[in-house]
């Protein structure tokens, strides 16, 4: 079946150092892939997202790339902020389904 | 900036109990959906519901959920019997097209006792 799979958390860094959340996927055809941000008491919100092998979602100074060879999609941001602080949602969809597949996400804490 | 409000935030039921997750979505949206995140653990869709009915849906969402819009506003989510592992964070989503656009509201957090 599909699934996805991050990087366990939490992840602790200082401001303005540099980000890498990994994710992996698991899907039948081609899959549309995505990155949500869930801030404290907030819903999940679309950080980004890809819909077909080698595009680059971006927003917000974070980046992710459609690895198809290796079937995945990090999430990277050059220099993190304490605003970053956040737990971070891979997800993927596949053509005709109506559902998001999530992974287990990763909290983020930044500290100043 | 359109939002999805769901209300409660936060309920606390007794076993047993039916309880009704209440969800406003984004008012030109037409696709409504269903998610659960169990404390720690991966967020899972429940059910997708287009054009008054259920388009698809998982094996979570047994005999005991159903949803209902009944009227041009809400989308609600029920759980006829509330068991203990029903303690969960309940989020509801809408999209104007499939899966495109989606917007999440912020969740209901339920605690079965």
């Known amino acids: 079946g599909n699934s996805v799979t991050q990087m366990e958390g939490p992840v602790t860094l200082s401001e303005e150092a540099f980000l890498t959340i990994n994710c992996t996927y698991t899907a039948t055809g081609y899959p549309s892939l995505f990155w949500y941000v869930q801030y404290p008491g907030e819903g999940l919100q679309l950080l980004l997202k890809?819909?077909?092998?080698?595009d680059k979602g971006s927003n917000k100074g974070f980046e992710a790339t459609y690895r198809k060879e290796t079937t995945s999609f990090h999430l990277e941001k050059g220099s993190v902020q304490v605003s970053d602080s956040a737990v971070y949602f891979c997800a993927l969809s596949t053509q005709g389904a109506q559902k998001l597949v999530f992974g287990q996400g990763t909290r983020l804490t930044i500290n100043p | 900036e359109p939002e999805v409000t769901q209300t409660p935030s936060h309920q606390v039921t007794q076993m047993g109990q039916e309880v009704i997750l209440r969800c406003v979505p984004i008012s030109n949206h037409l696709y409504f959906y269903w998610y659960r995140q169990i404390l720690g653990q991966k967020v899972e869709f429940l059910v997708s519901f287009y054009n008054n009915e259920i388009s698809e849906k998982s094996e979570i969402f047994d005999d005991q959920f159903s949803v209902e819009r009944p009227d041009g506003s809400n989308f609600t989510l029920k759980i006829r019997s509330t068991k203990l592992e029903d303690s969960a964070m309940y989020f509801c989503a809408s999209s104007s097209r499939q899966l495109n656009g989606y917007t999440f509201g912020s969740g209901t957090r339920l605690t079965v006792v």
């Open positions: 890809a819909t077909k092998a080698d």
